[in-house]
């Protein structure tokens, strides 16, 4: 299931395990030639400044909030093959069964959604708060969900279903002012041939010119999808061997389109508009990038039948507090069925999460990510100007605090209120009280009503917030050991993390890259090391060292196979390492990593031994 994939590790493996023509490494390169010039970026918006830039964004960053809708031909047999449920995602099923080219065209003739209504999903989206849209116009199964000149597998050729579901979409959008955007798989196709496949062609139908497909067939559809519908995003993915001229091949119509927000997986090194971590919440986000996490309600994309296990509305809202927190948007999918209709129980949570953004969207529309690391409560922090909001998702029994706020507050109230104080306008709100101890630490009074899901507040200070966030030092627990987690780390390289408090640090792809914690030990001491680590067979073997402030603490480790990348087992290190009393830098640095990753490290715990 997509669930216990290594998510960290995901879009490494497809691009090694996709069977294509031989790549320019394959190909014997000639010898003693002039350093190639390097070649001018093939990036659109290589050359725009700054203020360009920020224009360019400026709506996708107040949104926060959009709609990701996965529909195509999948939803006919929605998980289900020959009377049995196919793992995976609902849209991966063409894949994952290795369905014939024929066989899965079949489907079109009765794929005939005519409960399709887009003012009702759109309506969806709006009530749900979310500020743009992004539907897949052709997905890895090669069928196009609109009429397409480029291509005969498309709604408008191969079904009874004669409308155009983006052209009606985009409309309903555009009367309701939400963005609308189009998601396109530029390299997977299993329809067409040359189109490429995760794990290679399972039919002859498939074979063919990656380079030809995309000439014929992706670059004209990108460019009709761009002229037709006028969308505001393109959503490229799963990038695989695309050279320049596919490139350029693929983005020559975005001369029309001068304001477009496209990702980052379009391939060949183009950086895109966003990074878009899939189905995780990286822990610290991506300080100077935009970003968007896209996840599903349930556990699929596309509508399966037997997926009832949905996120609970506040698990969903907590999840959009934490991405604004962190300056990232949230892309939420829906899997809407094949008569066209969005699963109800999934438009009853989209409800929910709207509701509660009504009454406190504005600690999350048009915010900036937090000041703090870390606060001293379950919940998260945003900024708006001169505002600080707290989201306080579990009030604390000794009440709230906050430390290091350098800014004075003039105004400290509830975002809403509205049963407290009936009759609510732009002056009319719950004031909070905040008293201000000795050593600078914030007392904010309770609100008298406390919202299950999140309580809003909003500090208005007499500037934009300045926070003196103590460097995170970790001091031992009660049984004197020490817990380093994924939150506290200081991560070098390319590492990320994901998973909030209890997450791991994952994408350890490059042996160069470390990871490193600051403690605060009472007193010296000697500890034993234990790590509570995951690898998948086949990238065990990996070695590594512990160092203390820079110097080798000789201590080693090689790191097991476990079951998978979300098996979390414990290893303890040979030895022991000795600390004096005081602060020390710890750092986890790989040695050698003979597979594709060194492992995922959800933390590393010191024991004290006793002193013999
Ligand atoms: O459209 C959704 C996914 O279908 C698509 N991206 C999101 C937005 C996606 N395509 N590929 N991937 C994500 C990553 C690859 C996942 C894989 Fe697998 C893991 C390919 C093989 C193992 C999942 C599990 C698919 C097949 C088995």
Sequence with gaps: MMKSTPRALLIAPLAMALSLAPTHAQTAAPAAQAPAQPLPSVDPHANETKAQRDARLKWFREARFGMFIHWGLYAVPAGEWNGQPVGNGGEWIMNSAKIPVADYAALAPQFNPTKFDAEAWAQIAQDAGMRYLVITAKHHDGFAMFPSQAGGFNIGASTPFKRDPLAELSAACRKRGIKFGVYYSQAQDWHQPGGAAYGGHWDKAQDGDLHAYVRAVAAPQVREL??????????????????????????????????????????????????????????????????????????????????????????????????????????????????????????????????????????????????????????RATVKGNTLYLNVFKWPEGGLTLSGLQTPVRLARAVDNTEAVPVRSANRFEKLSVRKDAAGTLHISKPSKLDAVSTAIALELTGPPQVLEPETLLAPQPDGSFKLGAID????????????????????????????????????????????????????????????????????????????????????????????????????????????????????????????
């Design 226 to 379: 761009l002229t037709t519908y006028k969308p505001a995003v393109l959503w490229w993915d799963t990038p695989v061997e695309m050279s320049r001229e596919d490139i350029q091949a693929l983005t020559a119509a975005f001369a029309q389109r001068p304001d477009l927000i496209a990702n980052n997986r379009l391939g060949n090194g183009v950086k895109g508009d966003t990074e878009t971590p899939e189905q995780f919440i990286p822990a610290q986000g991506f300080p100077g990038r935009d970003w968007e996490t896209c996840m599903t309600i349930n556990d699929t994309w596309g509508f399966k039948k037997d997926d009832t296990n949905f996120k609970s509305s506040e698990s969903l809202t907590r999840n959009l507090i934490d991405i604004a927190s962190k300056g990232g948007n949230y892309l939420l999918n829906v899997g809407p069925d094949a008569t066209g209709t969005i699963p109800p129980p999934e438009a009853e949570r989209l409800r929910e999460v709207g509701a509660w953004l009504k009454r406190n969207g504005a600690s999350i529309y048009a915010t900036t990510a937090s000041p703090y690391k870390r606060l001293p409560f379950e919940g």
């Design 489 to 612: 780390a200081t991560l070098q390289g390319s590492l990320k993390t994901e998973g909030g408090d209890k997450g791991n640090i994952g994408f350890w792809t490059d042996a160069a890259d470390a990871v490193s914690w600051k403690v605060a030990a009472p007193a010296a001491g000697k500890y034993l090391v234990l790590l509570d680590y995951s690898c998948e067979p086949g990238s065990q073997g990996s070695t590594f060292g512990i160092e203390v402030d820079g110097g080798d603490s000789g201590l080693r480790g090689t790191v097991p196979a476990t079951a998978s990348w979300s098996d979390y087992k414990t290893m303890t290190l040979d030895g022991t390492l000795a600390l004096s009393a005081g602060k020390h830098t710890l750092r986890l640095k790989p040695l050698a990593k003979p597979g594709l990753a060194v492992m995922n490290l959800r933390s590393l715990s010191l024991t004290p031994q006793k002193a013999q």
